[in-house]
């Protein structure tokens, strides 16, 4: 079994929802196994990020139902034969799972179907499915078809399911610093064992290995890649060169399956050229600054602001940008070097409850998602409050398609030196991201500090054998 | 992009399959991105292995049809819109992802449907899907229920695919060795680190680091573990005894997917105990005499039978059988401690085609399933050929429930000495597990050999430290 919190924390999550407006009944599946290559050959189990929440048994084939009206919870599951024991050990029983979590009624896992027919006048409330085998499982339940399964996620239930996973009780923090504690590892001895000549996937296995190892293993697949500016790019295949930059953004999950998520950027051959230090240091700069400006009552998109001014002011003494910053930060002209949004929260998912879609996460009824180009990315825009756990990730990119596409347009052309800009296509791309905490007076970055000036990532790199 | 070998082999095993009796056309989808936790966050990426004979290509969204009627084969995906390009960096187009596989013609993912619209009164033959994506797509381009789905894929598809898939060529064999050279590096690697007091989370993360160094990752989830005996056993969360046994069964998949499938069991301590090293002894004799019978002509129900002589007759020696060899070994008396069957074929599935069924792949007109315990579980049971990829790996396990139950019912008391085998409960379990290649005139063993004599595994376990 999965390590757990105490039946108390579960039973007080499930109380704040049953103490919701919310009327009938909710509905979580746990997430099955999933195949691979054949039915029985099935990548590593992970368990639905919400059911680990109100539930927090790690295990698949089971379900339960949160009842609104009747004010009681149900968990459903049938204990192992006798044959299956034979092969895989001793299980307990669905009754002590039960007690573990603080519930007390188990019923059989057929029963949840006929519990479904019995109170289907009533409101079945559910959250988006994103795996094909339960949008099958759901619409059998429902008695509907596969394609309108989706649409018929409960937005209520998102709504209330949000308010409460993005505040981070206590204990909760503490398994978020103990997955990046993993992740500090994880940097570490990728920064350490980097050398001109070795290879990328080398280092991409070694810290899934060390994620593996120390919990269950990497968050979200690998980036390390010396293509630093193609943002989509969990290839690991090429040679490590001298002179270029090596981007690395990865994470844990712990063995509660929290997540940690940070990035680097080294040199690697343990130097920073001068062009390279000169933008690695605006990126660090907008990631220092970023993390002070996190606070309770401040929104995230303004956090976002105060980083994208720093990097198109860093980018304007460089020559690249030009013209008024306000207007320009305004227009969007940094997108061209920063396309994405400055961070997401974190938790459960290392985009906490991303399967509910972004807008119901990152933003509400007194924000709404921008529409232009880099402002619009941003994963988290709304006002941060005690208990929220966000990235703070900057990133300057030069992207050869996209500076391809704005220079012919001569798009943003007050802001944009563009032969300027020319002389960095081919430099790669640099992200520099760590893990915040909202507390009650500010902020607090979470995990040990993994090296991040320049200094400190210089002393690092290559500093120790591969093998 | 994925490795590949020459248009040629594609063409030629696209022309074999168009060449035999089969009628209508063969629809081939790809397998597309699994969701772990919400949609953008997926597992490594793992194509369909009849995709990857046919087809080569290693990537989602794609699909393909042999038209045995037309005697053609249409290759169907979207070119990237430059959107992507611009996140995800230049990328190939359809037309140069078909010359590598010798396809010309070239559709839009959408004409698919379209085909498949006006071609409904021909066959249309399609091998079981395993994923739930899968389905729902089938059952949408079928226009059938979800449900349907699996049961109308075609027997007669499977019949002619195992028949091309099961001979493995002189170029694949290249590739499993490849595969069976990252396997070494994995055991030799995770032998040379077992210590009492180490865990087997950490040697199992190590492992799943040097498989994705190497290639793909793991052919299959893990199996490092002291409990032995527990044959359904993905847990690592032990620390590793002084006096235990640790049972490794792993294997890798090289950069075209091709797999390995070894298996060695372990003293934690570095040195077995007398009582361990009769036991391991009887299992590596059955190994080495049930691979020196390999060879063309010999159904591998036979290569069993010769293994569990082995076990019985060891087991004989100990004490802990008794009674009529022969007798013995066909009733199953030993199936007490070997439940499992010999092995299985491998090519691009550590258990090749499984999702075809096991009984279309280990079995044909003139064998059937045993329905003996023991015997039944053989996933290989026909005559061995030329081209043919088996596992060798047999095991003694003491299942204290499997004992308890046979005991209790006094199941084979004339093969059985209860109370001898009593003092063997705790003991663990045994396999010892090689990849065996058929050849003209014998066989031969995959790879380079990982150390599995007693004196060879004593002198490697704990041979270097763990970091």
């Not at 401040?298 to 990097?311: K, L, N, Q, S």
């Amino acid at each position: 079994m999965n390590r757990l919190f105490s039946p108390e924390t579960y039973i007080k999550r499930r109380e704040q929802l049953l103490h919701t407006q919310l009327k009938g009944f909710a509905l979580f599946l746990s997430n099955d196994e999933a195949s691979m290559n054949y039915p029985s050959n099935t990548y590593k189990y992970r368990q639905d990020s919400s059911f680990l929440y109100f539930f927090g048994l790690s295990i698949p084939n089971i379900a339960a139902i949160i009842d609104f009206d009747r004010k009681e919870c149900i968990l459903f599951g049938d204990d192992f034969e006798i044959d299956d024991i034979i092969w895989m050990g001793d299980q307990p029983k669905m009754t002590e799972l039960a007690a573990l979590i603080g519930i007390t009624k188990v019923m059989p896992y057929s029963a949840m179907a006929t519990y479904i027919e019995q109170n289907r006048d009533r409101t079945i409330h559910y959250l988006p499915p994103y795996r094909g085998e339960k949008i099958i499982k759901l619409a059998q339940l429902l008695d509907c078809h596969v394609k309108e399964v989706v649409g018929k996620a409960s937005q209520a239930l998102i709504k209330e399911v949000v308010a409460l996973r993005e505040i981070k009780s206590a204990e909760e923090i503490v398994e978020i610093e103990d997955a990046c504690a993993i992740g500090y590892d994880m940097f570490t001895t990728a920064m350490k064992k980097t050398r001109v000549g070795g290879t990328e996937a080398e280092l991409a296995g070694i810290v899934e290995g060390i994620a593996l190892s120390g919990g269950n293993g990497v968050s979200f697949p690998v980036i390390l890649s010396q293509h630093g500016e193609t943002l989509h790019n969990h290839n690991h295949h090429l040679t490590l060169e001298e002179g270029r930059l090596l981007l690395m953004d990865m994470g844990a999950e712990n063995g509660m399956n929290y997540c940690s998520d940070n990035t680097r950027t080294i040199p690697v051959s343990g130097k920073f050229t001068p062009k390279q230090a000169a933008i690695y240091q605006i990126v660090y700069d907008a990631n220092m600054v970023g993390i002070a400006a996190c606070k309770p009552g401040i929104y995230f998109r303004d956090v976002h602001e105060i980083a994208v001014t720093i990097i198109t002011k860093g980018l304007q003494e460089l020559g690249l940008m030009k013209g008024d910053v306000a207007e320009s930060v305004k227009a969007g002209a940094h997108a061209l070097f920063m396309p994405h949004g400055l961070g997401h929260q974190m938790g459960l998912d290392v985009h906490d409850m991303e399967d509910f879609g972004e807008d119901n996460v990152g933003y509400d009824e007194t924000i709404s998602r921008s529409p232009i180009f880099g402002w619009g990315s941003l994963r988290m825009a709304k006002e941060l409050r005690p208990g929220h756990v966000v990235t703070v990730e900057p990133g300057i990119y030069f992207v050869p398609h996209l500076i391809e596409i704005w220079k012919r347009e001569n798009k943003f052309s007050q802001f944009l030196n563009y032969d300027k800009i020319d002389e960095y296509v081919g430099f790669g791309g640099i992200r520099v991201e760590d893990d915040v905490l909202i507390t009650e007076t500010g902020h607090r970055v979470l995990g040990k500090p993994i090296p991040k000036s320049i200094a400190e990532v210089e002393a690092i790199v290559g500093s120790e054998p591969l093998t």
